[in-house]
């Protein structure tokens, strides 16, 4: 600082009303920006919700402003594009589903019980999702052939949260609580069949049963992985 | 037939003039309908092809128009709706997985022989079908909620499918092949599984090492499930 610059003290005397003004605008703007983030919240809310149902492409305008009960432009004065509204949906999901899924089975203590918890966490949010939709699901299949930043983001999150459970498993592994040879890219592979199995029979197929053999089939996998002392 | 009725020889030999202008009218018909019915069948190869990369939902009529290089209204003049059109192609989509995969494999014996075979063949499928995409899996996605005569049709080619796969599993069950508490429908369910996370982790993750991945998984399957004196 120089010696000519004056300090922060000499200005608040010197023009104490034009620092009551800016002190107001900056808390009118503070206010405003949290009301807007909070719009902007449950705009993304009500996104998610529709995105379930119609899948990311079926995102529209008008069903999102009839949703929020806001205009159009009101709706989309909170996005710079579309494409940034489909990806704060997939942020929005992917955090749900890490609290949900991912952070309720850190609980639990490494090694077996938090492969099991990732699982019986993963298996509920899908039942749920039976009803509703899963847009990893489905996003995968809007998105498989067509590159770009919506694409990106879903995959980077299903990429995230795999990579989670794969670590889970190697932990699994270095505790003992899994046999040396056990391939984790392998089993989580399985797993993750399982889960899409489960989707696709119960939600597509409607066929009873379809949560039981998902349940079944992840104890078939444990079996065989389990380290011999933990049987 | 009556009395009365003149038989088909005196009607030849009263109208012989009017007789072969019918025959002629007759085989006129006949080559306008066969020329019909493969330009119908020219329509539904691009359809699918346009189906397994855009998705049944994605198929426009002037998409359609200019694959096949017809006019939009020559293209739907076989087709009494974008509905029958998208029908069509599931039918078609079956035809060719009934006769890649599931006749395919009936040439092998049946018993555990058969139910590699399905699998091998399922499997090389879906490696094609990893580049063009599958309309039993992205269909099942766009039609998991929306009742209606499209939704029925692709529902019941699947489950056609599925029951195949577990018919072949309880006839090697009955030739002794597999273990005689084998669970067939849970033994379908896993198998699926595997197949749908070949299908997602390699078209959409584009990991590599998931073919390898899902025919371990097999192998993983049958282990727990032939019959002792079989493996």
Redesign the interface.
Known sequence: MSIASPSAKSIRKVRPASARVSADRESRARRALQKGQQTKLAIVDAALVLAT?V?LEGLSIGALAEATQMSKSGVFAHFGSREDLQISVINQYFSLFERDVFYAAMEKPRGLPRVQALFANWMKLVDEDIQA?CIF??G??????RPGPVRDAL?AS??TW?AAMNRSIVLAKACGHLRADV?E??MA??I??????LH??A???HRP??VA??N??FE?IL??NVAPNQS
């Open positions: 149902q899948g939709g699901i489905s995968a299949v809007e998105f498989d052939d995959a299903v990429q795999l391939d890219e392998q592979f399985e993750h069949g399982l889960i899409l199995a696709y029979e939600r597509f197929l049963g379809s053999r998902a079944r089939g078939n079996a065989r």
